[in-house]
């Protein structure tokens, strides 16, 4: 079984610039929720991917988007980055909607903006 | 509003010492309670779970948690701590409707020889 994988691990870009950050889901997942983790803190949800439709929103503004393709796989999109942007983004994978779930991390892609 | 506190920043303990993680919530129904461990530069490991039934559940590493209620906290517990248990501690509640996790700001374990 492979685990949540993403990519890539690390990363360096300038303000105003655009990101894009990839994540591959455990198999058998087809729910993907994205968070951000800035340094000290704990992750914060940015947003989850249910078949391939988004499925929540936390308090992000739009310049942070998304997409689920449909072998569950999901990407994140930041435009315009800002220096408060740098953090480690996490991808959590899980089976669905059912409640209770567990959700699986990956690694973490480091983000710094400068 | 949901939100999860984790009162310690940093905790320092010996080895084969006991530890006791803390953990509080603040949820408007019934929650569902996870800790996570995260060694330094990786992702997040679940430890262990509460969603119903037994309040002192078993994890993973010779981990514990007990819910309780009364009190709304759900701390984390080990009875001898390994040099392998320093890490970043996460209290996490789910969600019984909707899709969105809390966490907390997290708990930094140093275990000392």
């Known amino acids: 079984e492979t685990g949540v994988t993403q990519s890539p691990t690390h990363l360096i870009k300038t303000r105003g610039q655009q990101v894009t950050l990839r994540c591959s889901s455990q198999?058998?997942?087809?729910?993907v929720s994205w968070y951000q983790q800035a340094l000290g803190q704990g992750p914060q949800f940015i947003f989850q991917?249910?078949?391939?439709?988004?499925?929540g929103r936390g308090n992000f503004p739009p310049r942070f988007s998304g997409l689920q393709f449909p072998n569950y796989s999901s990407e994140l999109n930041v435009n315009a980055l800002e220096l408060d942007d740098s953090a480690l983004y996490l991808c959590?994978?899980?089976?669905?909607?059912?409640?209770?779930?567990?959700?699986?991390f990956g690694p973490g892609t480091r983000l710094t903006v400068t | 509003a949901q939100s999860v506190t984790q009162p310690d920043i940093h905790i320092t303990v010996s080895e084969g010492a006991s530890l006791e993680l803390r953990c509080n919530y603040s949820?408007?129904?019934?929650?569902?309670l996870f800790w996570y461990v995260q060694s330094p530069g990786q992702g997040l490991q679940l430890l262990l779970k509460?969603?119903?039934?037994?309040?002192l559940v078993q994890g993973i590493k010779g981990f514990e948690a007990e819910f309780k209620r009364s009190q709304s906290s759900f701390n984390l517990r080990k009875p001898s701590v390994h040099w392998s248990d320093a890490a970043e501690y996460f209290c996490?509640?789910?969600?019984?409707?909707?899709?969105?996790?809390?966490f907390g700001t997290g708990t930094s374990l140093t275990v000392i020889p």
């Open positions: 509460y969603f119903s039934g037994d309040t």
């Open positions: 996490a509640v789910g969600p019984n409707t909707g899709n969105q996790f809390y």
């Open positions: 949820y408007g129904a019934t929650p569902y």
């Open positions: 991917y249910y078949r391939e439709e988004e499925n």
């Open positions: 198999s058998g997942h087809n729910t």
């Open positions: 959590a994978s899980s089976t669905g909607q059912g409640i209770p779930y567990e959700q699986y």
